[in-house]
T-cell receptor, first 112, second 113 residues
Framework: ELKVEQNPLFLSMQEGKNYTIYCNYSTTSDRLYWYRQDPGKSLESLFVLLSNGAVKQEGRLMASLDTKARLSTLHITAAVHDLSATYFCAVAYTGTASKLTFGTGTRLQVTL | NAGVTQTPKFQVLKTGQSMTLQCAQDMNHNSMYWYRQDPGMGLRLIYYSASEGTTDKGEVPNGYNVSRLNKREFSLRLESAAPSQTSVYFC????????????FGPGTRLTVT
């Protein structure tokens, strides 16, 4: 059974600071996803990481994937209040059907 | 191009009542999914349909049934609602094994009293 663990579960940080969210998963996967969710809203796709060593960046967010360590990170650079949201990683593995398994989410609060 | 649509957006049920959540996608995707989201637990897979005509159980299928009506539509039915089914339900679709992207609907917020 695929397990996906995120930490921390809650993160309060000041504007301008850097921090990293970690996502560990238990079995071999060929795709890892990061999503953002604002309160009361659906999931917004941030990154899709498809191979070992993949790194993607969008604005103040950068995601990376190490398939050997079964670890992905979401790095936040110089946080701003607009980044306050819940961030989920999710892992897919293909079998007879492709299914997405989610981590528990990290609630990020950026304070002024 | 509407993507993934869900109806209703909100619903309140009494214990024992039944209802069907509707989901439709217009992207010609093979695979469709139903997830539930509870506080502190992320999204958990209820049922999925890898292709038209097939359905399979996910992680938390008890108390639910699904129907893949055609390639576009995938419904979730609660036959006898229980308070433990109070949750936010998301439908999703994907290209399946051939493609990496998932698309999520706006969600249905269900309260069972």
């Amino acid at each position: 059974e695929l397990k996906v663990e995120q930490n921390p579960l809650f993160l309060s940080m000041q504007e301008g600071k850097n921090y990293t969210i970690y996502c560990n998963y238990s079995t071999t996967s060929d795709r890892l996803y990061w999503y953002r969710q604002d309160p009361g809203k659906s999931l917004e796709s941030l990154f899709v990481l498809l191979s070992n060593g993949a790194v993607k960046q969008e604005g103040r967010l950068m995601a990376s994937l190490d398939t050997k360590a079964r670890l992905s990170t979401l790095h936040i650079t110089a946080a701003v209040h607009d980044l306050s949201a819940t961030y989920f990683c999710a892992v897919a593995y293909t079998g007879t059907a492709s299914k997405l398994t989610f981590g528990t989410g990290t609630r990020l609060q950026v304070t002024l | 191009n509407a993507g993934v649509t869900q109806t209703p957006k909100f619903q309140v049920l009494k214990t024992g009542q039944s209802m069907t959540l509707q989901c439709a996608q217009d992207m010609n995707h093979n695979s469709m999914y139903w997830y539930r989201q509870d506080p502190g637990m992320g999204l958990r897979l209820i049922y999925y349909s890898a292709s038209e005509g097939t359905t399979d159980k996910g992680e938390v299928p008890n108390g639910y049934n699904v129907s893949r009506l055609n390639k576009r539509e995938f419904s979730l039915r609660l036959e006898s609602a229980a308070p433990s089914q109070t949750s936010v339900y998301f439908c999703a679709s994907s290209e399946g094994t051939s493609g990496p992207l998932w698309y999520f609907g706006p969600g249905t917020r269900l309260t069972v009293t």
